[in-house]
């Protein structure tokens, strides 16, 4: 695992340097370094341009050990939904967005199990975070079958709400 600090430290640039090449404050890589703010999907490209690393090798981590993916650094047309999938999980500590439940298993890569839910499969737009929830198995299968419009509008509220 690799944080932003390690990676800038042995690519040898200063955190003024490192704020200057994605168009950020220095103040704003100190903050990303100490766990206190995570970077947006473009500054998380930029981040993973300027350290050359490919979507798998990149992690961000922060004090408390939680984890952060990022996508490949090649533009793509249509989301990776795993990708988004695995954000969400590390972002909610591995708990159910609508009900707060831990994950109820762990999947083979050792990580918590939930299942992405798309809010409208007709989505325009380039900000998917607010697109999608990450949802334990029971809450994916109520919400989908049912189509419950308190539960549906519950779940966009969730999902305007993310902000990364």
Known sequence: MRSIKELRQKKGITQRELA???????????????GKAIPTFQKMKALAEVFEVDAQDFIFSDEKGEEFLIESRHPQKIPDFDWYRRLLIAVNQGKCELCKSPAPFIDKDGKPYLQLFEIDKAFVGNDYSKNFVALCPNCFQRVSVLEDKDELEQIRSIAKQHSF
């Open 20 to 34: 200057s090449l994605i168009g950020v404050q220095p103040s704003m890589i100190s903050r990303y370094e100490a």
